[in-house]
T-cell receptor, first 114, second 116 residues
Framework: GESVGLHLPTLSVQEGDNSIINCAYSNSASDYFIWYKQESGKGPQFIIDIRSNMDKRQGQRVTVLLNKTVKHLSLQIAATQPGDSAVYFCAESPPGGSQGNLIFGKGTKLSVKP | SAVISQKPSRDICQRGTSLTIQCQVDSQVTMMFWYRQQPGQSLTLIATANQGSEATYESGFVIDKFPISRPNLTFSTLTVSNMSPEDSSIYLC?????????????FGQGTRLTVV
């Protein structure tokens, strides 16, 4: 198959700074979006989700923004900590499918410098 | 939440052989999903497995290559058949579980497969 590339985009931030990770999704009709965190050797871990009838949702230290006009999601992490270092994936749930049937974005590797 | 256990956690296999990966969930779930994550890449859905029916495969994945079993509501297996080095990936089991009208997808820790 086609090789997309073996190197994920990387975001490097200083501990304590805010991080913003961006994602473009593919299906304008998708109605549910999730951000996952994947640490080395582990499966993806749910961070926060948002439905298409919202444009912003806040959690503990994290905020997800949804711009349906340009099919764009972002994840903001406040006061980034070394434990936040991981690969972050956005995922969308296309209409008509279950919420376990997900299309994942390419992922961004977040590196936090102490 | 759901606790998902996958076995084996990793394996190194000879080309041409087959490997069966097991996924055990700590509670009954209707739908289970199998994903592949190739090195340095994102996750791609292989198939959806419902208990009591044939698995539904995504484009590019076929039953002969990735047979799936779903004998009950807490267990599923994925077999990677006639393996080649291109099958070297992390294979992840996922379940959909809901409460209070909302559902969430939970993932196992993955099985890291290397084909030599």
């Amino acid at each position: 198959g086609e090789s997309v590339g073996l190197h994920l985009p990387t975001l490097s931030v200083q501990e304590g700074d805010n991080s913003i990770i961006n994602c473009a999704y593919s299906n304008s009709a998708s109605d549910y979006f999730i951000w996952y965190k994947q640490e080395s050797g582990k499966g993806p871990q749910f961070i926060i989700d948002i439905r298409s009838n919202m444009d912003k949702r806040q959690g503990q230290r994290v905020t997800v923004l949804l711009n349906k006009t340009v099919k764009h999601l972002s994840l903001q992490i406040a006061a980034t900590q070394p434990g936040d270092s991981a690969v972050y994936f956005c995922a969308e749930s296309p209409p008509g499918g279950s919420q376990g049937n997900l299309i994942f974005g390419k992922g961004t590797k977040l590196s936090v410098k102490p | 939440s759901a606790v998902i256990s996958q076995k084996p956690s990793r394996d190194i296999c000879q080309r041409g052989t087959s490997l069966t990966i097991q996924c055990q969930v700590d509670s009954q779930v209707t739908m289970m999903f199998w994903y592949r994550q190739q090195p340095g890449q994102s996750l791609t859905l292989i198939a959806t497995a419902n208990q009591g029916s044939e698995a539904t495969y995504e484009s590019g994945f076929v039953i002969d290559k990735f047979p799936i079993s779903r004998p009950n509501l807490t267990f599923s297996t994925l077999t990677v058949s006639n393996m080649s080095p291109e099958d070297s990936s992390i294979y992840l089991c996922s379940v959909e579980k809901g409460s209070g009208g909302a559902t969430e997808a939970f993932f196992g820790q993955g099985t890291r497969l290397t084909v030599v």
